[in-house]
């Protein structure tokens, strides 16, 4: 089968690059594994091209009304909404994940925008009258300039719009820099800005990889940095990003836990462990990898877990599968490394992914379910990040086993405790060090007028995502202090300001 590949590349000032790449990506299709897409990558000068264009449209922007601006964000929360369905389809056509996971990522990048509609009341500052005689003061939010975001393959929708539409509502320019595995979504979603009215350049797309983060890393008119990734790359760039003096967020890498206290509903907590440790094939950055069963329940869970993976579908996200494939070829291969080390190292093989059913191409990126039994805190399986879908067990003998294990793994993104014991819940809660926390929740992604963001190696940086966070990372503030005097009033006095 021969598929036509298509050339992508960078979107700037409202229009698609017209230069000629030094360099070039291939992209996947994961589940037919052909090469569908050439990706340019930007060079160090492409770069410069880019920020140049959004570092002039900034000023403009950066002055335009509220009032305008929030006319711009319901028309593109209009127009996202409208394209839900093709922004999808480009999802799962490099990606993988299944289109019913593809529209949800989008719908919950929708509501970061519709957040963002709300930034007249958000940007309000505060004003206190009369702090001295006739002296007022008050505080404003003014934009940054340009602000980076550079974003993982995982969900290459819905992350970009964790950060664009904040960063533009307070006035901003954005530039982009999506996974080079699966570019296409960020592109669309960049052009629907034009459309509802953006002005050129304010929102630009620069494809690439080191090359490109490096200088986006360095380059002065670059104010902030917004980063998705591995920990790794994360701790890098919030490194290399604040040495140049650039404000940053970097969200990283994630082993969840989801413990199931003996008191739980263990037919809800079978489902939510199947749901959150297989959807997105497990490549998500709230998937739950580590299942902490507090014994005595642990050979009943699990049998009501291996009952439902047995109904599972792998296959053609196209083709209404329950799972898809791995993003890559080299992901699937390191992945299934993974299952061979948890054989090697001890842990019992209760599902083998490797001789799953698939609906879909041979060459396709394939692993199925796998669920693994009596794993131990030393084994790979359990301290490594293996971001595909492979479930790992962890039998415990008490409350505070479970908690310790929590708390003693250098990640905290998210967590979940599964109980009806309301007292139990309180305390998890209070006592978990992990940035988001489920009660019976297996994926406690917060709405968008939270903050999303982890603790210890899931986050470099103190600022989370989205949430009044958002509105804080993308502003400065400014505090003026104002004397408007009668104009009888006057006299020199080279003392120090108090207050009369
Ligand atoms: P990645 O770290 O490989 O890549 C992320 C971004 O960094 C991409 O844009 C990539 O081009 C760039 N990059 C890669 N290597 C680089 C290098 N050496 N120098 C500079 N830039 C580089 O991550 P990924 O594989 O695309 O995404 C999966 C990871 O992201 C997982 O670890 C997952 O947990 C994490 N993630 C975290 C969150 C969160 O909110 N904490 C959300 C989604 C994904």
């Known amino acids: 089968m021969s598929t036509e590949i298509k050339r992508i590349t960078h979107l700037v000032g409202g229009n698609s690059w017209t230069g000629v790449a030094e360099r070039t990506s291939k992209v996947y299709n994961p589940a037919t594994g052909q090469v569908t897409g050439e990706l340019d990558l930007a060079s160090a000068a492409t770069v410069d091209e880019v920020v140049k264009v959004a570092h002039e449209a900034s000023r403009a922007w ?4 509220l009032t305008k601006r929030t ?4 028309a593109y929360r209009e127009l996202v909404n409208q394209h839900k369905d093709e922004i999808a389809a480009l999802i799962t056509a490099e990606h993988g994940k299944v289109l019913s996971d593809a529209v949800g990522e989008v719908t919950r990048g929708l509501e970061v925008i519709e957040f963002a509609c709300g930034i007249p009341h958000l940007l309000k500052g505060g004003f206190s009258e009369g702090v001295s005689t006739k002296v007022d003061v008050y505080s404003i939010r003014q934009p940054l300039g340009v602000s980076a975001v550079i974003s993982p393959f995982n969900f290459p929708a819905m992350v970009p719009m964790w950060f664009v539409p904040i960063a533009v509502a307070c006035g901003n320019s954005v530039v ?9 979504a960020a592109n669309a979603m960049a052009g629907l800005w034009k459309e509802a009215g953006l002005p050129d350049g304010v929102v630009n797309v620069l494809h690439g990889d080191k090359e490109a983060v490096d ?16 920990t790794p790359i994360a701790k890098y760039v919030y490194e290399n990003g604040t040495r140049n003096g650039k404000r940053v967020q970097a969200l990283g890498g994630a082993k969840n836990h989801m413990i199931v206290l003996p008191d739980a509903d263990l037919d809800l907590a079978a489902d939510a462990a199947v749901n959150a440790g297989f959807g997105s094939a497990g490549e998500r950055c709230m998937a739950i990898s580590a299942l902490v069963a507090v014994e005595p329940i642990a050979d009943e869970l699990i049998g009501k877990i291996k009952d439902r993976m047995a109904k599972l579908k792998t296959g053609d996200g ?7 494939p791995l993003v890559t070829g080299p992901h699937r291969d390191k992945v299934v490394g993974y299952v061979a080390a948890g054989v090697d190292e001890g842990a019992e093989l209760t599902v083998d992914g490797r001789n799953g059913d698939v609906d879909g191409a041979a060459e396709g990126f394939w692993l199925a379910p796998t ?7 030393e084994m790979s399986i359990y301290t490594d990040e293996i971001f595909g879908p492979v479930l790992s067990v962890v039998r415990v003998p008490s409350y505070d086993a479970a908690l310790d294990l929590v708390n003693s793994n250098p990640y905290g993104n998210g967590t979940a405790i599964f109980t009806n014991d309301g007292g139990a819940a309180r305390r998890f809660q209070n006592e978990v060090e992990v940035g988001m926390v489920g009660v019976n929740v297996p994926i406690p992604v917060p ?4 903050s999303f963001g982890g603790w210890k190696n899931s986050l470099f940086g103190d ?15 400014k505090v003026v202090t104002s004397r408007w005097l009668d104009p009888s009033h006057g006299g020199i006095n080279l003392g120090f300001p108090t207050h009369d």
């Open 62 to 65: 950066g002055q335009t009304s």
């Open 71 to 74: 006319q711009v964000l319901f």
């Open 176 to 184: 982009i820099k999506p996974s080079e595995k699966d570019p296409s």
């Open 215 to 230: 200088r986006l890393l360095e380059h002065p008119d670059i104010k902030s940095v917004s980063f998705v990734g591995s």
């Open 318 to 324: 196209t083709r209404g599968c329950d799972m898809g």
């Open 371 to 377: 669920l693994f039994d009596k794993v131990t805190p």
């Open 447 to 450: 709405m968008a007028y939270y």
């Open 463 to 477: 600022t989370h995502a989205h949430g009044m966070d958002g509105v804080h990372f993308f502003t400065r503030t």
